[in-house]
């Protein structure tokens, strides 16, 4: 097969996968690689380009990550951005050293139009910059292709060679004209056409998995969240009925949840998964009497799912694969991320392996950003309400009711989120606010209702505006749209009289209410 292959070498920046993403965005494959990777490997893939990523470290240092001088005469295109430009120049015999002046964040940078990289993109364009070092001399036989007021090397060419270099990131969207940037090297420069989409990671995941599981047998955890539910669906495509899909219903789901997850999933569905639905219910309310202590809620949950999922487990006998829904943003937290910093450990990462017999953990999404994972499950004809779902935490209702879980608190949550989600979607809301959810505050207070005296619950609306879901703004929601879900609430909600919308914003807050 005649692939075009694009290849991304990991030298510890936080954007790597950003770049693959990119580059994806162009329809071109790509893989991602560390810099330890053998030269050999990398040549017998057959790149059309290599893209060498940032990094922390300083090249002319002791130690520094670095490539051989052979990866620049292999006759493949090379592009070098931030220390991978850092690195070309150092290993061609430039020279590379602390800035006087370092750059951080948004910088004009005047680029030379005429260079095949800067095709179309406007002489002075804004880059995101972030660096310390800078390239003080080009290594010979490299031109100056673009600068800054305070860096003088902000891109170099080699076209003979086909060696690009350039300074800040293009991955980044703060800079504006880099996803153009990305274009003109992958289709322009490397010459790659461009006929990779979703439906081939879909074909290409398919026949990986196939070639991987063979005659075994595999076990999924199905959530009913967007990266459980592609994952699965994906795995029954390429294995059909080696896959078994276990479904636990904790109780802590949203209203008719459960049940519409069975729907798709289940025998009557459109899938052929193999699909175990769970009703544990009581065993979790029972665990969580009297426990009124979040993180204890978190914890006593998340060991009760792994003990019910691994008694299915032992029915169903030995596994040879595990399935999970992990994406890149859970790897990259947890550190995983090939050369990356670790940024904090992660709930979906490494959760449930130890408790069940298997092999080996299958996880087809790591490579791919939550709106990837969005198209690769539209791809697999999996119903847009599903696809679009918003995040909600393994723990479920459970951090979201204040105090003490019961079944009856539950209810009552369930049916204000309900009406909640009912009249964000009327006023056409539901896909721009990130995040919305009802909340079970542990406060009772005085009301009156039909002249008669009343002491309930208040519940808590919240809606937040986000893009990466690590800071977030509460949501301006129409106070119109307030008092509607405010009365539907009181109305038809028992045991409710008052309701409150949050308008703190993470941080100080948290996006969840617990
Ligand atoms: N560590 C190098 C510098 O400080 C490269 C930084 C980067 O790749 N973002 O200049």
């Given at each position: 097969m005649n692939k075009e292959l694009v290849i991304v070498i990991d030298f510890g920046g936080q954007y790597n996968q950003l770049v693959a993403r990119r580059v994806r965005e162009c329809n071109v494959y790509c893989e991602i690689y560390s810099y330890k990777t053998d030269l050999d490997k990398i040549k017998a893939m057959n790149p059309r380009g290599i893209i060498l990523?940032?990094?922390?470290?300083?090249?002319?240092?002791?130690?520094?990550?670095?490539?051989?001088?052979?990866?620049?005469?292999?006759?493949?295109?090379?592009?070098?951005?931030?220390?991978?430009?850092?690195?070309?120049?150092?290993?061609?015999?430039?020279?590379?050293?602390?800035?006087?002046?370092?750059?951080?964040?948004?910088?004009?940078?005047?680029?030379?139009?005429?260079?095949?990289?800067?095709?179309?993109?406007?002489?002075?364009?804004?880059?995101?910059?972030?660096?310390?070092?800078?390239?003080?001399?080009?290594?010979?036989?490299?031109?100056?292709?673009?600068?800054?007021?305070?860096?003088?090397?902000?891109?170099?060419?080699?076209?003979?060679?086909?060696?690009?270099?350039?300074?800040?990131?293009?991955?980044?969207?703060?800079?504006?004209?880099?996803?153009?940037?990305?274009?003109?090297?992958?289709?322009?420069?490397?010459?790659?056409?461009?006929?990779?989409?979703?439906?081939?990671?879909?074909?290409?995941?398919?026949?990986?998995?196939?070639?991987?599981?063979?005659?075994?047998?595999?076990?999924?955890?199905?959530?009913?969240?967007?990266?459980?539910?592609?994952?699965?669906?994906?795995?029954?495509?390429?294995?059909?009925?080696?896959?078994?899909?276990?479904?636990?219903?904790?109780?802590?789901?949203?209203?008719?949840?459960?049940?519409?997850?069975?729907?798709?999933?289940?025998?009557?569905?459109?899938?052929?998964?193999?699909?175990?639905?769970?009703?544990?219910?009581?065993?979790?309310?029972?665990?969580?009497?009297?426990?009124?202590?979040?993180?204890?809620?978190?914890?006593?949950?998340?060991?009760?799912?792994?003990?019910?999922?691994?008694?299915?487990?032992?029915?169903?006998?030995?596994?040879?694969?595990?399935?999970?829904?992990?994406?890149?943003?859970?790897?990259?937290?947890?550190?995983?991320?090939?050369?990356?910093?670790?940024?904090?450990?992660?709930?979906?990462?490494?959760?449930?392996?130890?408790?069940?017999d298997f092999k080996e953990i299958i996880e087809p999404l790591r490579s791919l950003f939550k709106d990837e994972v969005r198209k690769v499950g539209l791809e697999l004809g999996i119903p847009e309400y599903l696809v679009y779902r918003q995040p909600f935490p393994g723990p479920g209702l459970g951090i979201r009711i204040i105090g003490e879980v019961t079944a009856e608190k539950v209810k009552i949550v369930q049916d204000a989120d309900a009406i909640y989600r009912e009249e964000i979607a009327n006023a056409g809301l539901d896909r721009s606010i990130n995040q919305y959810f009802a909340a079970l505050t542990n406060m009772r207070s005085v009301g009156v209702m039909g002249d008669e005296r009343t002491y309930d619950y208040a519940i808590a609306l919240r809606a937040v505006s986000t893009v990466d879901f690590m800071t977030a703004e509460s949501a301006q929601i129409p106070y119109e749209v307030l008092q509607k879900v405010t009365s539907r609430i009181i109305n038809e909600v028992g045991h409710v009289n008052r309701v409150l919308y949050d308008v703190t914003s993470k941080p100080p807050g948290t996006i969840e209410f617990e």
């Open positions: 990523t940032g990094g922390p470290d300083s090249c002319y240092a002791e130690g520094a990550a670095t490539c051989s001088a052979e990866l620049f005469s292999m006759g493949i295109p090379v592009l070098g951005l931030c220390y991978g430009a850092q690195m070309m120049m150092f290993v061609l015999g430039g020279k590379v050293e602390k800035a006087p002046v370092r750059e951080y964040g948004k910088t004009e940078v005047m680029v030379d139009t005429g260079s095949p990289l800067f095709y179309n993109v406007s002489p002075a364009t804004i880059c995101w910059m972030s660096h310390n070092d800078y390239i003080s001399e080009t290594a010979p036989g490299f031109e100056i292709i673009a600068h800054t007021a305070d860096c003088p090397v902000a891109a170099v060419q080699d076209q003979e060679r086909e060696l690009y270099a350039i300074q800040f990131h293009p991955e980044v969207l703060h800079t504006s004209e880099g996803s153009r940037m990305l274009h003109n090297f992958v289709r322009g420069i490397c010459g790659c056409s461009g006929n990779w989409r979703m439906d081939s990671f879909v074909k290409e995941s398919v026949d990986a998995i196939r070639r991987k599981v063979g005659n075994g047998k595999v076990l999924c955890a199905l959530s009913g969240g967007v990266d459980s539910s592609v994952a699965a669906v994906l795995l029954s495509r390429a294995v059909g009925s080696q896959l078994t899909c276990v479904f636990v219903d904790h109780g802590l789901l949203r209203k008719n949840e459960g049940d519409e997850v069975e729907a798709v999933f289940g025998p009557d569905g459109n899938y052929d998964l193999n699909f175990i639905r769970v009703n544990a219910q009581k065993r979790f309310y029972e665990k969580l009497q009297g426990v009124e202590e979040p993180e204890r809620k978190r914890k006593i949950i998340g060991e009760e799912f792994i003990r019910v999922f691994e008694e299915e487990a032992k029915k169903i006998g030995s596994v040879d694969f595990l399935v999970q829904g992990t994406i890149y943003p859970d790897v990259v937290e947890s550190g995983l991320g090939g050369e990356s910093a670790v940024i904090k450990s992660h709930h979906n990462v490494g959760g449930l392996p130890e408790c069940v």
